[in-house]
């Protein structure tokens, strides 16, 4: 006999704890109960910032391709940070505006929001790999930004440091950071399949789907291509040591070695401290953001066989998103605050407009005051 499956989120919890003692379990119930409530609400709020930051992203890669902008020596770590910050905010839209659209038509039902399809599944798993794919990116091209300013600094006489700031020396980091990135998500991706386990149907209340309305209902299953979960946990392990932990570390050391360096005097002082100052900030964003996910890290490790602990651990996780969302949107507002040729740039294409109209303007006035000439003056 076909029922309709009912959500109950405490009997759904129940199963998640189903080895802790019962005081335990109430107890992690209610945690659980408040991190998914939060999660759900953060999530809003991180689509708002995401919808808002998208323009101005795009406007900064814009800046960035800008021809007096390429003579900076971290244009091109600027340049990837900011397409990586860009396609994430654009996939996080993608992603959630589907599912956003159909939970506000059933603000009053929410039992009626169908379950997600085969193709949705597919799809926001693929998503989510892209989107994490650009965090990681993000986070490794601030760090080799970090330790190559770094070193411009202590070494500014070294032949092999100015070589490196060519073009071609600089792609072979970024090129070997993706690379690296994808290979390690390419097991974690393969790690799932999308199995059919029920049918979904629509309650009574729900009136909006024809009669007799049905719907495969899905989950994530494991395809056993790994030798049992502890070749996951170490996957996992790794991924905490090469995206959270080794930065975590290189961050740090980077920052306060260019902080050291801003008290001290040089000839080249103004242009040193504004490059400077631009790193500095941009690792101490990255760092604001990353170091909550480490610790997630950590405890997802510690903790990889408790299912509530892992549900918790997710839902926290989008919390923290919200801190990468943060970051990936003040990047444009920090390269305008600390960059006097980003500054220059913006304005020369807002100015460009209004320059061309006054040459005009001056060249047709010149004429009438020389009719005889035949050639018109450009004024500077």
């Known amino acids: 006999m076909n029922e309709s499956l009912d959500y109950d989120a405490d009997a759904y919890f129940m199963i998640l704890f189903p080895d802790f003692s019962l005081d335990s379990k109430d107890f992690w119930i209610a945690v659980a109960t408040v991190a998914l409530k939060t999660s759900e609400y953060v999530k809003y709020a991180n689509f708002f910032v995401a919808a808002i930051a998208l323009i101005p992203n795009f406007f900064h890669l814009i800046v960035l391709t800008r021809k007096s902008m390429r003579t900076m020596p971290i244009h091109i770590f600027i340049f990837g940070i900011g397409l990586c910050d860009f396609t994430r905010i654009a996939l996080f839209l993608v ?45 490794w091209l601030g760090v080799v930004m970090a330790v190559f300013r770094t070193l411009l600094i202590k070494y ?26 994808i290979s390690l998500w390419i097991p974690k991706y393969l790690r799932y399949r999308i199995r ?4 979904w149907f629509p309650p009574p209340i729900c009136d ?34 090469v995206f959270f932990l080794i930065p975590s570390i290189i961050l740090p050391i980077a920052t306060i070695s260019l902080i050291i360096d801003l008290k001290k005097p040089s000839r080249s002082q103004e242009n040193r401290d504004r490059s400077s100052k631009l790193v500095t900030f941009m690792t101490i964003s990255f760092m604001i953001a990353m170091v909550p996910y480490s610790g997630l890290y950590i405890i997802n490790f510690v903790q990889s066989k408790s299912n509530g602990i892992r549900f918790i651990l997710r839902c926290i996780e ?63």
Not at 216 to 240: A, H, V
Request: glycine share 2%.
């Open 208 to 241: 909006k789907f024809p009669k007799n309305y049905s719907q495969p209902l899905y989950f994530m299953e494991e395809t056993k291509i790994f030798d049992g979960e502890i070749t996951f946990q170490n996957l996992t392990f790794l991924e905490g040591i």
């Open 156 to 181: 500014p006489l070294s032949h092999r440091l100015h070589r490196m700031s060519t073009l071609k020396y600089k792609l072979l980091p970024i090129i070997s950071i993706l690379l690296i990135i």
């Open 318 to 380: 989008v919390i923290f998103s919200f801190l990468i969302t943060i970051n990936n949107s003040l990047h444009c507002v920090l390269c305008y605050l600390m960059s006097t040729k980003y500054r220059e740039a913006v304005k020369s294409m807002f100015n460009k407009t209004n320059t061309v109209d006054i040459q005009m303007s001056d060249q047709r006035m010149t004429s009438v005051r020389n009719p005889r000439s035949t050639f018109s003056v450009k004024i500077e």
């Open 196 to 199: 059919i386990f029920g049918i």
């Open 95 to 139: 992603m959630n505006i589907p599912q956003l659209w159909t939970t506000y038509q059933n603000l009053e039902n929410p039992d009626c929001i169908p379950p997600l399809s085969y193709f949705e599944m597919a799809r926001n798993e693929f998503y989510t790999i892209a989107v994490s794919v650009c965090e990681q990116s993000s986070i």
